[in-house]
């Protein structure tokens, strides 16, 4: 499984950004799709995740109520639509996927796309 993110930038408190990340390969055995981020100096963390299928969905508490994930699956896409950016947001978002292969799992992660939201 390969995954390409886009959509990244900078914007201004309030503002919105959307992110897509198009999967490719394996991507009928994916089972979960997310986005995670990583602000300088701080671990990796769960931003939103989508289970295939119309799945149950998931969300930080920070970006609930302002941030959405959803799902194109005829083309393996994710996007993320963030509305009511924060500086707090800023950070290098990172796409990853779970591939499931019976009793193996597999995870893969996107090349990270930054985003800046400035006071």
Do not use: H
């Amino acid at each position: 499984v390969q995954l390409v993110e886009s959509g990244g930038g900078s914007v201004q408190a309030g503002g919105s950004l959307r992110l897509s990340c198009a999967a490719s390969g394996s991507t009928f055995s994916i089972a979960t799709m997310g986005w995670y981020r990583q602000a300088p100096g701080k671990q990796r963390e769960l931003v939103a995740q989508s289970a295939t299928g119309g799945g149950s969905t998931k969300y930080a508490d920070s970006v609930t109520g302002r941030f959405t994930i959803s799902r194109d699956n005829a083309k393996n896409t994710i996007i993320l639509q963030m509305n009511s950016l924060k500086p707090e947001d800023t950070a290098v978002y990172y796409c990853k996927a779970i591939e499931v292969r019976g009793s193996l799992m597999f995870q893969y992660w996107g090349q990270g796309t930054q985003v800046t939201v400035s006071s």
